[in-house]
């Protein structure tokens, strides 16, 4: 095996490693513990499983941090393709970082609210509870904001694989389209939250390109002569 086709599945393995991380934070947890209009319920899953809650906030934050060396790898496989584009692919990347950190104090404001400390016996628990479920919500809106940014990041790669030469250009294609289901439904969520159900429902099928970018890296890696005829 090539050492170029080495590369391509090294940082298709990287890919993988911190997207782990970031699904069983944004994925799994929420749907063990937040009960959607039940802030009584919410509140006492998040008290029982307090460490469940704070490896989740822990987990977002490491895979959004270490998401910045997957763009690394990523601008350092096809800067031969266009630079240009390559910049504005991780300058993307790098914009969203703060945003997805930030929002994690809405997460640790949710389990202050829920723990009851001292300061706030001002409030009883049912005040409490719909207060952390507010803050709860604000952090699926931080999401939101940040998935802006998640999906036009792919657009300059979706540009980059389609016109690199060493990766089949189907790839290019299917991540425009999930650049534009991101978009979308972030858009859509802040313009016309009431319709978001429904849009989210439409775009679904088109969000799987990063995925399957993913595994082929993983999986196929890259042509190792066309590469190579690039880098030269």
Known sequence: ????????????????LV???????????PSKLIVHGNAA???????????????????NLISQILFIWVAVALYDLLQSVNRRNALV?????????????????????AIILVRGA??????????????????LNLHNQGFVVAEIFWGL???????????????PRILGILLLLNCLSYVVNSLTSILAPQHGHI??????????GELIFMFWLLLMGVKPKQLEAEAA
């Open 89 to 109: 692919m991780v300058g993307l990347i790098v914009v969203s970082v703060p945003i997805a950190l930030l929002n994690e104090l809405n997460a640790i404001a």
């Open 199 to 208: 849009v989210s429902q439409w775009m679904k099928p088109l969000g799987f």
């Open 19 to 29: 997207s782990i991380p970031g699904f069983f934070a944004l994925i799994y947890i």
């Open 153 to 167: 990041w792919l657009f300059p790669l979706g540009l980059l694989v389609y016109r690199s030469g060493f990766l």
């Open 1 to 16: 095996m090539s050492s170029t086709s080495n590369r391509g599945r090294l940082v298709g393995l990287l890919y993988l």
């Open 41 to 59: 319920a919410t509140a006492s899953n998040i008290a029982a499983s307090e460490t469940l809650f704070r490896i989740g906030i822990a987990c």
């Open 118 to 135: 001292d300061f706030l016996a001002l409030y009883d628990q049912p005040q409490r509870n719909a207060l952390a479920m507010l803050f």
